[in-house]
Nanobody, 117 residues
Framework: QVQLVESGGGLVQPGGSLRLSCAAS????????TGWYRQAPGKQRELVAL?????SITYADSVKGRFTISREKNTVYLQMYSLKPEDTAAYYC?????????????WGQGTQVTVSS
């Protein structure tokens, strides 16, 4: 069974930076694709950034040039710069891949990012 643990959220002033981490753990698994999503109060969950199984990277237009998604082994990161109040949301990582018992597609527990002065 694969589990995800997110960290790195918090309160930051506009223009500030944060780095979110999402660590996958378990036995005998391979990661295919990873992504970060966010959900603000009263809004639907939306894609922020993702890395496809072939390594292509996609960003939401609203974060292009400010956010960077990366992956190192079993941890995926979201580096966020020039944060704006509208970036305030709960951020969730998503990881899909394969274990010895079959495919998986799981979500992290979420980490709150609040951008406010």
């Amino acid at each position: 069974q694969v589990q995800l643990v997110e960290s790195g959220g918090g309160l930051v002033q506009p223009g500030g930076s944060l780095r979110l981490s999402c660590a996958a753990s378990g036995s005998a698994f391979s990661i295919y694709g990873t992504g970060w999503y966010r959900q603000a109060p009263g809004k639907q969950r939306e894609l922020v950034a993702l890395i496809t199984p072939v390594g292509s990277i996609t960003y939401a237009d609203s974060v292009k040039g400010r956010f960077t998604i990366s992956r190192e082994k079993n941890t995926v990161y979201l580096q966020m710069y020039s944060l704006k109040p509208e970036d305030t949301a709960a951020y969730y990582c998503n990881v899909n891949g394969m274990t010895t018992t079959g495919p998986f597609n799981i979500w992290g527990q979420g980490t709150q990012v609040t951008v406010s002065s």
